[in-house]
């Protein structure tokens, strides 16, 4: 395995810098407070997808298992319950069992930002923003990612995710789960063994993602309530309040109004552990005093969660989030 | 051998809708939506066409042992092309209609890998160029001196190749044998 120190991206590594300082200066103008928060916990949020890196703390003969955060959000709710109001981070999260790949690290910037009283719908303008604001600090009108020129200060698109299908996957029908898996089979996927979670992630992969954001920034909402369990449902008894971010077919970003019910939260963490046992995960702690925290009331707020790494790459003209770095290391895998 | 897409790598031959096809790129992409995918590029071996397609990293497919081996070309007749092991003797064939756009461009006695699948050839491994003689080209006209114009020249193998107006009958041009572009003229010094 081979450290290298890699100035030759000093460039787009300054242009990192400067738009951290920009989101700052951004959020401080808009009176949230910045939160620095552990990257070790004892107890984690359970989500299946995701694999976590574990350590262990060490005094004589006592030991202590940690987690690095896959995302800040637990301790975030927990000062929300508390009254924090608006807040945000910026900082490292660590996602393991992703190879590295040009939008993967396992270790990546996030910013998250939560603001109270308001849903999903506000924190579109918001996060509109936020990217119009950097773009403006930049001087910059364009991102260009992989030949492809995309305005930001323009009329951003909005589609459904029903309407993303219907037009990109010729699939009319998402929600009813039998029809939406006879037409992926149709269309060759394989469909055994298969839950409908994992497959319409195939298909949006495949089908609807390289379309998204190549025109102008598209937010892409409303998701299958399946595919976004900690947010508020809406009435239709099929979607959820939930919206991302696509600039050149690159996902940047992903906002829920929060899910403020404790109860259906508790369900959501059974089914998770149960799914990460049954997948022989790295069985970490159930963070259970979140749940706790959360009965305390959630006030009402929408939260997003920006990819920071993948926005500073399309700002710095870049393909790969390693063009980034000015330390890199090989990993055998 | 099946394995987990997940495991797929560039290079490896893999089976998809009963075609077997070569990995031309194998990228992971975790969506956060669902499980991992691979995200991936890939080519038919029999049609040369590339697609792309996401495949689930838990999902099962089934990898081609596939081995490579020098093959002298023989010739070729109005089904196959017949080839050589100049080891062995042993001699294989080819159908036509997994050969790909190579046929136009090799050789009788060229030395040519092919992919061997249960020691059935299932394509050839097109060199990255190949090196033939002209031998059918029109003089240029005097005065045309359009940058970058081209003409149709006739190569030994009889395929027709767009090249720039200064190559001549006799000269040796470099042919992208997969493309049937020309590449550059061989200097008469390496002729």
């Known amino acids: 395995m081979k450290i290298t120190a890699s100035l030759q991206n000093r460039v787009a590594y300054q242009k990192t810098i400067t738009l951290k300082k920009a989101t700052r200066q951004f959020?401080?103008?808009?009176?949230?407070?910045?939160?620095?928060?552990p990257l070790l916990s004892p107890a984690l949020i359970p989500e299946s997808y995701l694999e976590v890196f574990e350590t262990t703390f060490r005094y004589f003969k006592e030991s202590q298992k940690l987690y690095l955060t896959p995302s800040p959000e637990l301790f975030i709710k927990r000062l929300l319950v508390e009254g924090i109001g608006d807040c945000y981070f910026l900082g490292k999260a660590f996602r393991n069992s992703e190879p590295e790949s040009s939008l993967h690290l396992p270790e990546f910037t996030i910013l998250e930002f939560y603001k109270t009283g308001v849903d999903y719908t506000y924190m579109k303008k918001e996060l509109k923003e936020f990217v119009c604001f950097l773009a403006e600090k930049q001087k910059k009108k364009h991102i260009v990612?992989?030949?492809?020129?995309?305005?930001?200060?323009?009329?951003?698109?909005?589609?459904?995710?029903?309407?993303?299908?219907?037009?990109?996957?010729?699939?009319?029908?998402?929600?009813?789960?039998?029809?939406?898996?006879?037409?992926?089979?149709e269309k060759g996927y394989a469909t055994e063994n298969t839950s409908y979670v994992d497959l319409f992630s195939q298909v949006y992969a495949q089908e609807v993602e390289p379309h998204?954001?190549?025109?102008?920034?598209?937010?892409?909402?409303?998701?299958?309530?399946?595919?976004?369990?900690?947010?508020?449902?809406?009435?239709?008894?099929?979607?959820?309040?939930?919206?991302?971010?696509?600039?050149a077919g690159v996902e940047l970003a992903d906002c829920y109004s929060e899910l403020t019910d404790w109860k259906k939260q508790k369900e959501r963490f059974k089914q998770d552990a149960l799914l990460r046992k049954r997948e022989g995960k790295i069985n970490h702690p159930i963070d259970w005093g979140f749940i706790d925290a959360l009965r305390k009331g959630l006030p009402k707020c929408a939260g997003v969660a920006v990819g920071f790494d993948r926005l500073a790459m399309l700002f710095a003209g870049a393909t790969s989030l390693r063009q980034l770095q000015l330390i890199a290391f090989d990993r055998d895998m | 051998m099946k394995i987990n897409a997940g495991n797929i790598k560039k290079g490896q031959f893999i089976?998809?809708?009963?075609?077997?096809?070569?990995?031309?790129?194998?990228?992971?992409?975790?969506?956060?939506?669902?499980?991992?995918?691979?995200?991936?590029?890939i080519k038919n071996i029999k049609t040369g066409k590339t697609l792309d397609f996401t495949y689930k990293s838990s999902e099962t497919i089934e990898v081609l042992d596939v081995e490579v081996i020098e093959l002298q070309y023989l010739y070729k007749?109005?089904?196959?092309?017949?080839?050589?092991?100049?080891?062995?003797?042993?001699?294989?064939?080819?159908?036509?209609?997994?050969?790909?756009?190579?046929?136009?461009?090799?050789?009788?006695?060229?030395?040519?890998?092919?992919?061997?699948?249960?020691?059935?050839?299932?394509?050839?491994?097109?060199?990255?160029?190949?090196?033939?003689?002209v031998t059918q080209a029109q003089e240029a006209v005097k005065g045309d001196t359009v940058t970058g114009a081209k003409k149709s020249v006739i190569v030994e193998t009889g395929a027709t190749v767009l090249a720039p107006l200064f190559i001549k009958t006799g000269d040796s041009i470099v042919v992208n044998p997969e493309t049937g572009e020309y590449i550059e003229r061989v200097g008469k010094q390496y002729q």
């Open chain 2, 15 to 41: 089976q998809k809708d009963g075609d077997m096809w070569q990995v031309q790129k194998a990228e992971f992409y975790s969506p956060g939506k669902g499980g991992a995918l691979m995200k991936s590029r």
């Open chain 1, 212 to 247: 998204l954001g190549v025109a102008a920034p598209t937010i892409i909402y409303d998701y299958p309530k399946k595919l976004a369990a900690l947010a508020q449902l809406k009435t239709d008894g099929v979607t959820a309040e939930r919206f991302e971010l696509y600039i």
């Open chain 1, 145 to 185: 990612y992989k030949n492809r020129s995309i305005a930001l200060d323009t009329v951003w698109q909005e589609l459904t995710v029903k309407e993303a299908f219907s037009r990109y996957a010729d699939i009319a029908d998402i929600f009813d789960e039998t029809a939406f898996f006879t037409k992926a089979a």
């Open chain 1, 27 to 37: 959020f401080e103008e808009k009176n949230y407070l910045e939160l620095d928060l």
């Open chain 2, 77 to 133: 007749d109005h089904e196959s092309l017949h080839f050589m092991n100049e080891r062995t003797f042993e001699q294989h064939t080819l159908p036509l209609s997994q050969s790909g756009e190579i046929v136009s461009f090799i050789k009788e006695g060229d030395k040519l890998f092919v992919l061997l699948h249960q020691g059935v050839p299932i394509a050839v491994r097109p060199p990255q160029s190949v090196r033939l003689k």
